[in-house]
């Protein structure tokens, strides 16, 4: 966590003057996002419009995790990332343009996966976590990891043209865990390669996401705790769904938990974290 | 006697592609001894709708692990989940989880 | 508007591959974006995120309009512009960031007003306007030039916490003017610099923008004719209401129009279009 | 003679700031001799909800131009707009136009 600040800069008064004027944000609101710090784990179609808007409105430290390098192929929804960047590790290409857009924000760039190694270690130095992964294992790795360490998780996800967005663990409401506390058949699960996705859904998604870590980070609370809103981008629809309480018996943050640790996931998920190329599936 | 009951079925997140890509299903379960819960719907729902495949839908006698099932927008799990009886008109969504980004 | 084609090159399938797979669009619906050309009337809050999605997705080209230059209190919402560039034409400041991510769009800055001398000539040049403007008289030029050269018309606008979105003349749905045959009294409307604006709100509005541009692009047909989105970011909520047909006696669209040529549209709504500095109004 | 109505009354888009920033009001409108329309209810709300600067909202008769009537999520146009007789439990939004970018 970052040291409180008692004032804004003249400069910041300027740069942030539009959101100042909103009474619900206002200086106070200001300056608890000047001193927020989030760690985006995932700098693909989610991560990148999230940490854009983190970034420009001023939220005062952005951690950055991928292992993963720049594709042509993530352009079409990666919109941090460029053209002459090919090659170059995912969180350096975010870093650099976010410090364009605003240099006062301080990046973290961590090129490397979230692994049961590192990620409570990390994860504790943040206040709050925007789950932009793209697999199972990883999601299960960042609720515990959440969950052990008591920060909120807001956390996204889109395929095709459907997106959903939730916040887990949040003044005593369900983690992931909670909600799905097996995980699905490896054979059930689609990635983007191979169901497809359209770039703008990443955004609707990834946008949504850094309001509600905004809003969480502001005071203002989240809007998604306990619900899910699901979004049909074919036929423009929104909906959101009331999810269940907290349960008690949560292997996680139940009242006995059994995750103490962090486990092996993939081994939990019968998936990896970092395989690219699983075979075509049907959902 | 349970009278015949007209119940909207949906499917998202993917779920939809097992019954040829058909999100809204109108349907109508027909009168019979004992009252419709969510049992007897996923029984029914894999005699008439879902033609192939059922272990990516079902597992057991529930849905399989990462679907969610809501009940007129509300989570199963409120309701009773597999024994909530049905009610003329109710919504049922299955919808499943999405991971990619 | 651009050339047919007949078939995607090598590196266009490789880039676009995640969307390519998705049935709705496919090889034949990309083609249509790559000869699609839309005109971005502002490249502010909501044309940035607009154009970096239209552009990611492989929109064939990209006409920005915006006579303003890039100023520190835009970057809290206008992504595409970065601390560098400041001072510069919004609109080259645009193109350089849309170029760093796709080279193959072409991007055609107009660094001035839409005005009723130039609007009629140049929205003929494309087939779908997107409206990210900031003020009544340039809705009614641009719906009016809209109807005029029967172009569909996407309209996206944002203050404070809420949003709206709403796609006009669209296969014989209304028009701006058929919703508000007349403007609003001068005092009534509140800018963004009055009222303020939360950057990321504009985030999600232009991306939904983009995807209903998108979508009629590339023939699906948008979501949002003859219905209007609004989102509430404090309370997470979307509602979708019915708007009424087009009217048989609106000015513009109807069926003995009397907007025959463009107007004065700040005499018709007593208010500038470019007069960034008015007053404090109430609502 | 016309039974109470229970209404609710909303609004957004900034016109809620002329009602002290509360967005939902849950209002009951007395019973009266002629039918509760839209034209009956702007009176009642200028009277008990609409403390000052009334030409913010109100013209004439009907609402100020960019100010959009929306009875259940359909605009008003569609439903005879100041003459529409209101139901019980009916929802009227008022929504205020935005143009900021
Ligand atoms: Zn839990
Ligand atoms: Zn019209």
Redesign the interface.
């Given at each position: 966590p970052l040291p409180p600040r008692a004032a804004l800069s003249r400069d910041e008064i300027l740069r942030y003057s539009r959101q100042l004027v909103l009474p619900e944000l206002g200086v106070h609101g200001q300056l608890r996002l000047a001193t927020a710090s989030v760690l985006v784990v995932g700098c693909g179609g989610l991560g990148c419009p999230l940490a854009q808007y983190l970034a420009a409105a001023g939220v005062g430290r952005l951690g950055l995790v991928d292992y993963d390098v720049v594709e042509m192929s993530n352009l079409a929804r990666q919109v941090l990332h460029g053209e002459a960047l090919a090659g170059q590790a995912k969180v350096f290409s975010a870093a650099a343009s976010l410090r364009r857009l605003n240099s006062a924000v301080e990046c973290v760039p961590y090129a490397q996966a979230l692994t049961p190694a590192t990620a409570l270690d990390l994860v504790r130095r943040y206040d709050v976590v925007a789950d932009c992964s793209d697999n199972v294992p990883t999601r299960y790795l960042v609720n515990d990891a959440c969950v052990l360490a008591g920060r909120p998780l807001v956390s996204a996800s889109a395929l095709r043209f459907e997106g959903q967005i939730t916040v887990y663990h949040y003044d005593g409401g369900p983690c992931y865990r909670c909600i799905f506390p097996q995980p699905p058949p490896a054979e059930t699960v689609t990635n983007c390669a191979d169901g497809g996705v359209l770039g703008v859904v990443t955004g609707v998604l990834g946008c949504l996401q850094a309001l509600e870590v905004l809003k969480i980070a502001a005071g203002l609370g989240p809007s998604y705790s306990r619900s899910l809103l699901i979004f049909d981008a074919l036929r423009g629809q929104f909906r959101c769904i009331q999810l269940r309480s907290r349960r008690p018996d949560c292997a996680a943050c139940g009242e006995r938990p059994t995750v103490t640790d962090l486990q092996d996931y993939e081994a939990f998920c019968g998936s990896s974290a970092t395989d690219k190329c699983r075979s075509l599936q049907l959902l | 006697m349970a009278a015949p009951l007209s119940v909207e079925v949906e499917f998202?997140?993917?779920?939809e592609?097992?019954f040829d890509g058909i999100?809204k299903h109108q349907v109508t379960l027909p009168g019979q001894e004992e009252p419709w819960d969510i049992r007897n719907l996923l029984v029914w729902i894999k005699k008439n709708l879902l033609k192939e495949?059922p272990?990516?839908f079902i597992?057991g006698d529930s849905v399989?692990?990462?679907?969610?099932v809501?009940v007129n927008?509300?989570?199963w799990?409120?309701l009773g989940e597999l024994d909530y009886q049905l009610q003329d008109q109710d919504s049922v969504?299955f919808?499943?989880?999405?991971?990619?980004?």
């Open positions: - | 998202g997140g993917g779920a592609l097992l999100k495949r272990e990516l597992q399989r692990p990462g679907i969610l809501l927008d509300a989570d799990e409120l969504l919808i499943s989880t999405l991971h990619g980004g």
